[in-house]
């Protein structure tokens, strides 16, 4: 062989093992893929375990309480979800700051009761500008900029209230409102469905009103100072069981038989509540769905990209002596 087919061969097997090397990287580069930075907008990797953070607005509430339960119990249904739930203590700015930490640790998701709408809006606001899916939980912001609100009707739960105590007051009466926080959306709407229905009757009129915060011994404080002014009053509609409690010890306090005063409470979870409507010492409540099914539900669906609703409302229900044991025998198990 002379220097040119020399030449040549060399030129030939360099260019064949460049093809080779170049095959050899082309295979192991496509056999692992670089996996998406981040979930929004990318199909999840098939190991992905998401994280989900809960910024709950006061866990001293019963309902409350119930509602974590609920969440916990829901969430183990899913492998692919974790949930951390933190306590704001009825404290907005406290809230705030639990959020922030959650965005530090990377959430997937975050799920919200709002302690308050006003300051709890921008920061909504903030983690869904981040592409983080928000699902409000029960309370509303003040503004659109959510993935979904799985709440139940709390509008249609006044107006069933208000419908309930025009028919036992017969159309005519005087009556005291015991609100919740002031401006929480429930408070809000809790309220304005009531009076919707209620206020159409001339013969029925509100005699006071107080805002005692969801909470048992400040309804118990106000409804002491009622009954000492010597106010008259027929009934009394509680924005939730444990205010409505409170005004059955405060006339239980004051030596009064409560079976004499129509209360009418919402939520329906405890089972004191429940066993007061079987006692007659409360007239009615009005069940507040705890939402821990459709929270989770909505939640993985939203996470693997499938489409949820604007708004989730699960029915709700009125307990009165007739139903009371059957419903207590439903209640979820703490």
């Known amino acids: 062989m002379n220097s040119l087919q020399h030449r040549s061969a060399a030129i030939a097997v360099a260019v064949f093992g460049s093809i080779l090397l170049t095959g050899c990287l082309s295979q192991k580069n496509n056999s692992t893929p670089t ?23 006061n866990s001293q509430d019963p309902w409350r309480q119930v509602q974590n339960a609920s969440l916990k119990a829901a969430v183990a249904k899913y492998p692919d979800m974790t949930l951390e739930i933190s306590d704001a203590h009825g404290d907005s700015n406290a809230q705030l700051g639990q959020v922030d930490n959650f965005i530090t640790n990377k959430i997937d998701l975050l799920l919200i009761s709002a302690n308050e709408a006003a300051p709890l809006t921008p920061k909504v606001e903030e983690v869904f500008g981040k592409s983080i899916p928000v699902v409000l939980m029960e309370r509303a912001t003040t503004s659109d900029k959510y993935t979904t609100l799985v709440s139940g009707d709390n509008v249609k739960i006044g ?24 401006d929480a959306t429930p408070t809000k709407d809790r309220s304005g469905g009531f009076h919707s229905k209620v206020d159409k009757e001339a013969g029925i009129k509100k005699i006071d009103s107080y805002v005692c915060n969801y909470k048992r011994d400040e309804a118990i404080k106000h409804m002491e100072n009622l009954i000492q002014s010597k106010k008259q009053f027929d009934a009394i509609y509680a924005h939730n069981d444990e205010m409505a409690l409170g005004a059955m010890i405060a006339l239980k306090n004051a030596k009064m038989d409560p079976k004499k005063v129509i209360i009418i409470g919402i939520d329906g979870v405890q089972k004191e509540a429940i066993q007061a409507v079987l006692d007659g010492d409360m007239a009615a409540t009005f069940k507040y769905p705890w939402l821990g099914e459709e929270a989770m539900k909505a939640a993985h669906d939203i996470l693997l990209h499938k489409t949820v609703e604007k708004r989730i409302t699960p029915d709700t229900e009125i307990v009165t002596k007739e139903n009371a044991q059957d419903y207590m025998n439903r209640l979820p198990k703490m």
């Not at 998401?50 to 910024?55: C, R, S």
């Not at 419908?163 to 609100?179: H, N």
């Open 35 to 57: 996996p998406p930075t981040t979930f929004v907008g990318s199909p999840p990797p098939a190991a992905k375990v998401f994280k989900l953070g809960f910024a709950q607005a």
């Open 159 to 182: 107006e069933m209230a208000g419908d309930f105590l025009v028919k036992a007051l017969k159309g005519k009466g005087t009556y005291v409102e015991i609100m919740g926080i002031a």
